[in-house]
């Protein structure tokens, strides 16, 4: 199959992990024997510049606003550069598009109307952009939502809590639950540290409160003993009226090896601590994929469909405002237990990109083989 894989959003450069996420997919893609090509729409960059690191092997086209221009300039030139994307995927001639989840466009249309587009859900939209979105544009998304939804042919949700909402279920699409994957043979597995204080890390990026980066303070003030990392923030980032302890380190942004090198000197790794923030109990973040990939033990705060709670490298502590505190004891009996311990590559051998993207393959033929037949997917 050919396969375009439409990305609309944010700078792809600041967000490394979904950028890591996309470039895995499509080597997979490629590898069993399909023919990808990306067409992102990535907000400021010069025309026609590739992003950095990680997309050196494969077809990328580059649709993006003029860099430093007026607010209301920067948008009235994305719609323009959607459409010059939708004009080039239509000139290509996939098979089907593969279609990260976003706000709507009107050139969008197109693309729905003569090909078939499978959607990607990661989240959900109408909590997450109401914190993310200003009001107006907030509104312009509750308004044309459905003019996406409805004219999709299948969707990818990453669990089954999104797969469940009424506001996709309502629309009756062909749908998978495939939680999110990492290529393990892109880390190295690191050995476990040798003695010496507990060393956490989180890794995260500013402005998203549901990562609960505030908790991961108020954590390290109550645990002296133990040393920290944030990676992907700066210090500056975080509420000034957080008093910031001594033994919590910010790294900013990382490269792929100084990331990887950050990781291995840690004994557990932090995922998401306050998803209740935008109103949801399950995710599959990619930066816990990652860490067990290295071989940390895990701390969570929300049901993952891929981990076992009950394994012994994964903390489960519940979803509320107060985890951190009520649960102190269970992160210190946890830190105690797993420190000096690496989790085994077999242990999370189900998580592999090429495991996953398998599955979504599979359903991306079906939905593409079912609209060419012209038959509607069940």
Same mark, same amino acid.
């Given at each position: 199959?050919?396969?375009?894989?439409?990305?609309?959003?944010?700078?792809?450069?600041?967000?490394?992990?979904?950028?890591?996420?996309?470039?895995?997919?499509?080597?997979? &893609?490629?590898?069993?024997?399909?023919?990808?090509?990306?067409?992102?729409?990535?907000?400021?960059?010069?025309?026609?510049?590739?992003?950095?690191? $990680?997309?050196?092997?494969?077809?990328?086209?580059?649709?993006?606003?003029?860099?430093?221009?007026?607010? &209301?300039?920067?948008?009235?030139?994305?719609?323009?550069?959607?459409?010059?994307?939708?004009?080039?995927?239509?000139?290509?001639?996939?098979?089907?598009?593969?279609?990260?989840?976003?706000?709507?466009?009107?050139?969008?249309?197109?693309?729905?109307?003569?090909?078939?587009?499978?959607?990607?859900?990661?989240?959900?939209?109408?909590?997450?952009?109401?914190?993310?979105?200003? #009001?107006?544009?907030?509104?312009?998304?509750?308004?044309?939502?459905?003019?996406?939804?409805?004219?999709?042919?299948?969707?990818?949700?990453?669990?089954?809590?999104?797969?469940?909402?009424?506001?996709?279920?309502?629309?009756?699409?062909?749908?998978?639950?495939?939680?999110?994957?990492?290529?393990?043979?892109?880390?190295?597995?690191?050995?476990?540290?040798?003695? $010496?204080?507990?060393?956490?890390?989180?890794?995260?990026?500013?402005?998203?409160? &549901?990562?609960?980066?505030?908790?991961?303070?108020?954590?390290?003030?109550?645990? #002296?003993?133990?040393?920290?990392?944030?990676?992907?923030?700066?210090?500056?980032?975080?509420?000034?009226?957080?008093?910031?302890?001594?033994?919590?380190?910010?790294?900013?942004?990382?490269?792929?090896?100084?990331?990887?090198?950050?990781?291995?000197?840690?004994?557990?790794?932090?995922?998401?601590?306050?998803?209740?923030?935008? $109103?949801?109990?399950?995710?599959?973040?990619?930066?816990?994929?990652?860490?067990?990939?290295?071989?940390?033990?895990?701390?969570?705060?929300?049901?993952?469909?891929d981990l076992d709670p009950d394994s012994w490298f994964v903390l489960r502590l519940s979803n509320t405002p107060d985890n951190v505190v009520t649960e102190a004891h269970r992160i210190r009996e946890f830190v105690d237990r797993v420190k000096g311990r690496r989790v085994g590559r077999e242990e999370v051998a189900h998580l592999d990109t090429t495991v996953k993207e398998r599955r979504r393959l599979e359903f991306i033929a079906r939905i593409a083989g079912?609209?060419?037949?012209?038959?509607? #997917?069940?």
């Amino acid at each position: 199959m050919r396969i375009a894989y439409v990305y609309l959003g944010a700078s792809i450069d600041r967000l490394a992990g979904v950028r890591k996420k996309l470039v895995d997919q499509a080597v997979a &893609w490629r590898r069993e024997g399909h023919e990808p090509q990306f067409f992102l729409q990535v907000g400021d960059r010069k025309a026609g510049d590739v992003p950095a690191v $990680g997309w050196e092997d494969l077809r990328v086209q580059i649709f993006s606003a003029t860099p430093g221009a007026p607010r &209301w300039m920067r948008a009235l030139t994305r719609m323009q550069q959607v459409r010059r994307l939708v004009e080039a995927v239509q000139q290509w001639g996939p098979n089907v598009v593969y279609l990260r989840y976003s706000v709507h466009y009107p050139a969008l249309s197109g693309l729905l109307r003569n090909l078939p587009v499978v959607l990607e859900v990661n989240t959900n939209d109408l909590d997450e952009y109401a914190l993310q979105l200003d #009001p107006i544009r907030f509104l312009y998304h509750r308004l044309t939502r459905g003019l996406l939804l409805k004219s999709v042919r299948g969707i990818v949700f990453v669990t089954g809590e999104l797969q469940r909402l009424p506001a996709f279920d309502r629309w009756g699409k062909a749908s998978i639950v495939i939680g999110n994957g990492v290529a393990l043979g892109r880390f190295a597995r690191a050995p476990a540290p040798a003695g $010496g204080r507990p060393r956490l890390v989180f890794v995260g990026e500013p402005g998203l409160p &549901w990562h609960g980066v505030d908790k991961i303070v108020d954590l390290a003030r109550r645990e #002296p003993a133990w040393d920290f990392d944030i990676v992907g923030l700066q210090r500056g980032a975080v509420d000034h009226d957080l008093r910031i302890a001594p033994n919590l380190s910010f790294h900013g942004y990382l490269t792929g090896e100084e990331y990887q090198a950050v990781m291995g000197r840690a004994d557990v790794g932090i995922g998401t601590l306050a998803l209740h923030r935008k $109103g949801m109990s399950e995710a599959c973040p990619l930066k816990v994929r990652d860490y067990l990939a290295i071989g940390l033990p895990v701390i969570i705060a929300h049901e993952d469909p891929d981990l076992d709670p009950d394994s012994w490298f994964v903390l489960r502590l519940s979803n509320t405002p107060d985890n951190v505190v009520t649960e102190a004891h269970r992160i210190r009996e946890f830190v105690d237990r797993v420190k000096g311990r690496r989790v085994g590559r077999e242990e999370v051998a189900h998580l592999d990109t090429t495991v996953k993207e398998r599955r979504r393959l599979e359903f991306i033929a079906r939905i593409a083989g079912d609209r060419m037949a012209g038959r509607r #997917p069940r």
